[in-house]
């Protein structure tokens, strides 16, 4: 079966749409690197370093601007880049013609599709809110725009310029104009049909109201979190999508039990928001922290281990994006499983054991980006708070470990079978007396022998 279904997925992993999502998700490293530095910054969970922050409204200013330009916009990254990677594995497979449009279109689809422009609208949407619809689109509005390009007749010359750019702009306005038509005529459809205004607002619409429960209980507190990291695997922001829920049915339960509290009692809820950001989540989404501490404990592969020593410090104040994306965890089928289970898994064990009055119960609220071990025993009030994270932290670890090493090996198979494509190439090559450069070559190939080498 765990063989039939690595077929299914390796088969999918050469599909130039799945190809080109991950590959785009891995070119916004760089604008997660920086987004996530300034959050840590914004939110350092020092009252010395808070006040200092506060005097200088300059430097606080210039934080949120980066911020706002990075993480704040983060979906329009995407869409970009993976339009941007889908155009150029077009170009490698069936040859080159102009895939200059396509960053442009996938621009113009996005924007329209989460209703910029509109009234009221909040820009709080461009951010990882509408990451699964900035991924769509992407990819969508460049499939259609080279295959359209594809189609053309030969390109008329426009101009005598040296470098031929008019004649390339040119020659894309119509493939460009079809695409953004189509785009804005379903926006419309959208809104003239329902009561949304536009693609996005309609499928955060629907997600929210998959979540009908409304009392803040262990199983409503299982359903949270594992719808919350169904989505994330498959690159929707499930904390923004499912944020009213958090809001109505969990965010109060740290105020009823400090309340209860105060007035002598015991408190009242042990599942609360706070609960699961600090208890479940470690890490982030997934409860990457484990995964982490995997890697850099029992990772057998260099370039994850290089990645994990990279996103360490982000991923010490929960912030996953690197991990998510550069390893890749999103949309990789061999890392699923413990993504769902290991947060369900830590959420059980710190019920349990709020439950059996070994651990306090949740009475302040902090940061989600509040470093592990020291959130725990913030949030209680105790040190057994602190020990209760470290012991989801290697229990995640544990839990982490065989999948990670099915990752591993999998991995390994792949670049075995690119290894020997290369060498049947080279082969090919030498027998037939043609003189090749590898590391030049394009495609795979030559993404291979430049790794080689």
Request: glycine share 8%.
């Amino acid at each position: 079966m765990l063989d039939k279904v690595d077929a299914l997925f390796a088969r999918l992993e050469e599909v130039m749409a799945f190809q080109a999502i991950r590959q785009g998700l891995i070119l916004t490293i760089p604008v997660l690197l920086v987004g996530s530095f300034c959050l840590i910054f914004l939110n350092l969970p020092l009252e010395p370093y808070q006040d200092a922050l506060a005097g200088a409204p300059h430097i606080e200013g210039l934080l949120n601007f980066v911020y706002n330009a990075t993480m704040g916009i983060f979906s329009l990254y995407v869409a970009v880049a993976v339009a941007l990677r889908y155009a150029n594995a077009c170009a490698e497979r069936h040859g080159a013609f102009f895939i200059q449009g396509a960053p442009f279109v996938a621009l113009a689809a996005y924007l329209m599709s989460v209703g910029f422009g509109a009234e009221g609208f909040d820009l709080v949407v461009l951010s990882t809110r509408s990451l699964f619809i900035a991924i769509v689109c992407g990819l969508a509005s460049s499939v259609l725009y080279c295959r359209l390009v594809r189609l053309r007749r030969a390109p008329a010359l426009y101009g005598d310029t040296l470098d031929n750019v008019f004649n390339q702009a040119v020659s894309g306005l119509l493939p460009i104009a079809a695409v953004i038509a189509l785009f804005a005529a379903l926006n419309a459809a959208v809104a003239a049909l329902t009561a949304s205004s536009c693609i996005e607002q309609l499928f955060f619409d629907g997600v929210s109201a998959l979540f009908p429960l409304a009392t803040a209980t262990l199983g409503s507190g299982l359903l949270y979190l594992l719808l919350n990291n169904v989505m994330w695997f498959f690159g929707i922001h499930g904390g923004n999508m499912l944020d009213s829920v958090a809001q109505s049915v969990f965010v109060p339960g740290t105020a009823a039990n400090a309340a209860a509290l105060a007035a002598g009692g015991e408190p009242v809820q042990i599942v609360t928001k706070t609960f699961m950001d600090v208890f479940a989540s470690i890490g982030g989404a997934g409860a990457l922290l484990s995964l982490l501490a995997a890697i850099l404990l029992f990772g057998r592969r260099r370039s994850a281990r290089r990645l994990s020593a990279f996103a360490a410090v982000p991923m010490c104040f929960n912030i996953s994006e690197i991990m998510l994306f550069g390893l890749p965890v999103v949309w990789n089928p061999a890392l699923f499983v413990p993504f769902i289970v290991v947060p369900l898994v830590n959420m059980v064990v710190a019920y349990g054991a709020m439950a059996v009055g070994l651990v306090p119960p949740v009475v302040v609220d902090v940061s989600w980006t509040t470093p592990p071990l020291v959130g725990g025993y913030v949030v209680t009030g105790s040190p057994a708070g602190a020990v209760l994270q470290l012991v989801c932290i290697a229990l995640g670890t544990v839990l982490y470990l065989p999948f990670l090493r099915r990752y591993e090996r999998l991995a390994d198979d792949h670049a075995r079978v690119q290894y020997e494509a290369l060498l049947a190439s080279f082969q090919d090559d030498e027998r037939a007396g043609r003189s090749v450069e590898l590391v030049a070559a394009a495609g795979s190939l030559g993404a291979v022998a430049r790794s080689l080498a």
